[in-house]
């Protein structure tokens, strides 16, 4: 499985961006995707992820309101919308995909897109 995500770069406070990963590969319908992000000095942390199988979304309580997770199958794409931008928000986004939701570990990382967000 490779994943290419896009769509990061650098807008104001307030503002909106959507990132992309195109799955490409043997992808198959139990796969979850995973969005994470990692900012400047920090660890990497979970943002929320989409289930090909049924199309259901899981978002951190950090992301609710602002972000979201969606998919379209056809395009074997995921997509993370955010809104409302805050310049902590600022970190290198990562696309990962697992073989199903059980397993905790994610197998298939993309290379991240830089978000920067500016007050």
């Known amino acids: 499985v490779q994943l290419q995500a896009s769509g990061g770069g650098s807008v104001q406070a307030g503002g909106s961006v959507r990132l992309s990963c195109a799955a490409s590969?043997?992808?198959?319908?139990?796969?979850?995707m995973g969005w994470f992000r990692q900012a400047p000095g920090k660890e990497r942390e979970f943002v929320g992820r989409?289930?090909?199988?049924?199309?259901?979304?899981y978002h951190v309580d950090s992301a609710k309101g602002r972000f979201t997770i969606s998919g379209d199958n056809a395009k074997n794409t995921v997509y993370l919308q955010m809104n409302m931008l805050k310049p902590e928000d600022t970190a290198v986004y990562y696309c990962a995909a697992k073989s199903n939701s059980f397993k905790r570990r994610y197998d298939y990382w993309g290379r991240g897109t830089l978000v920067t967000v500016s007050s």
């Open positions: 590969g043997r992808v198959f319908s139990r796969y979850v």
């Open positions: 989409f289930n090909w199988s049924d199309s259901t979304t």
